[in-house]
């Protein structure tokens, strides 16, 4: 949480603006209080996207998911102005972290625990489904534990379970898959239609995550875990005897196998009651939060905090992808793929790692986000370095360190106060989305373009980024914060007015081939001269 200053907003619609909970690609969500005082996540897009009339008419339908849903098992919408300049979406603020965050911070959760997150889900989820919506987007992230019980969050793709036109929004096109791979189902990961089984299906996905750390079909790529999710028989040993059973239903590759959430409450039995529901990390982990929010209500001044930066408008025809979530581009599925080797189970750990996830944090997707480079060359006479343009993507290949390129992911930008050009680059043919590189130039003079891109968003320290020290080149670098993003790793590289960022998805030796990447991307820059 950070605070927000004089370059930021004071309101939002009637909420005063206190801080920043989070942010990534397509926008942030602001901390605010009602004129009653009470606190609100307010998710605000980004002001590029809201030009875009297909990504409005998605926010709409996000606001009218999200007043569907019974606030006893979501974050309840307090107002929303989806018409607004900066279209704004308000729900009541529910203290709490993620599954996600407590998993990784304190380790993997008792039987007893797991009986009682399921039970939660299961009601959640006949909660949606009662409202006629799918989820579609269910992992560890978009779940709260809160103290009177589990919340789910995030709408932002769901999804009627009637009167769906395909392609009405521009949700869903050829050559995607929409979802989180990870937690997916087999008829997701095949982009076939979705029913409400397939949010039962991320429950036993996460339920195993729970008692192991990661998902079942975790593979080393994302094609192999598509694959994995479609074909292979997840390893349930580390699932206790009491609901490996369940778990085994909920996993079923023919989705008219699965128990419906009604049926996974009679499976599970009663949940007895206690004071306590959750693991001791879960409360020191609210109170870390609370008092995150007392520091910024109490402060007498304000620090700006940048808004997250601009991502690059997609050409047309294709739209933009959704926000909050992950968009792979969709392969064949084959039977012939090659098995993975299982994932191993980690151990368990205890950290002091504290993650703070408020209702509708909105999470930068991996999509639509490449890197941003810029040369790193000074104009003569100039402080820092400045620059003009950037390079073309076909000038730019023979400098960048990966085999292959994907042309129809490139797309650029340009008007006369920043240019923008992103690149695709692939390391095998199995995989032809391994690696973005962008190059987001802010025009208008050495200084006043260089506050604007601060302003604009360059990667600051809040919200869990982690600053890069002695890169050795650029002004500043800072690695994507854990969960901000589905790149293995994402690194932002500052130099004067440019930004470059490099994401990546591949595993083993990520971070020094990131580096090299932003690197060698500053070469082929055209510097400033006049």
Known sequence: MERVGPAGPTHVGPFKVAGVLGQGGMGRVLLCAGPDGRLVAVKQVLAHFADDEDFRARFRREVAASRKVSGAYTAAVMDADPDAPTPWLASVFVSGPSLGAVVRADGVLEEAVVHRLAAGLASALAEIHRAGLIHRDLKPDNVLLTEDGVRVIDLGIARATE?????????????????????????????????????????????????TGSSPFAGTSTLQTLYDVVHSTPDLSAVPDGLRGIVERCLAKDPAARPTPAQ??????????????????????????????????????????????????????????????????????????????????????????????????????????????????????????????????????????????????????????????????????ADRRTALVRWDVKRGGDDGANARLQQAGFATDGAGAKRVNNLGFGDGAYWASPGSTEWTCALSVRHGNLVVWVGLYQPGGCEQKAKEIAKAALKPVPVKTG
Request: glycine letters at 6%; hydrophobic letters at 40%; charged letters at 20%.
């Open 163 to 211: 009167g769906e036109v395909e392609g009405d929004t521009g949700l869903t096109r050829t050559g995607w898959v929409i979802g989180s791979p990870s937690f997916m189902s087999p008829e997701q990961a095949e982009s076939k239609p979705l029913t409400p089984a397939s949010d039962v299906f991320s429950l036993g996905s996460m339920l195993v995550m729970a008692f």
């Open 264 to 429: 996974l409450l009679e499976l599970l039995g009663p949940v007895a009651p206690t004071g306590l529901q959750w693991p001791p990390a879960v409360y020191r982990m609210q109170a870390e939060q609370r008092a995150e929010i007392d520091r910024l209500l109490s402060a007498d001044t304000a620090t700006v905090v940048a808004p997250p930066p601009e991502p690059l408008p997609v050409p047309e025809p294709e739209p933009e992808p959704e926000p909050d979530e992950v968009a792979e581009r969709a392969v064949e599925v084959s039977e012939s793929a090659p098995p993975a080797e299982p994932a191993p189970t980690p151990p368990r750990r205890r950290s002091r790692t504290v993650a703070l996830v408020a209702a509708g944090v909105l999470v930068a997707t991996g999509v639509g986000v490449g890197a941003y480079t810029l040369d790193h060359r000074a104009a003569e006479g100039a402080g820092p370095a400045a620059y003009a343009d950037v390079p073309a993507c076909q000038k730019a290949t023979q400098y960048i360190p990966l085999t292959g390129r994907d042309a129809k992911q490139d797309f650029h930008s340009a008007n006369k106060n920043e240019v923008h050009t992103m690149c695709t680059w692939y390391d095998s043919l």
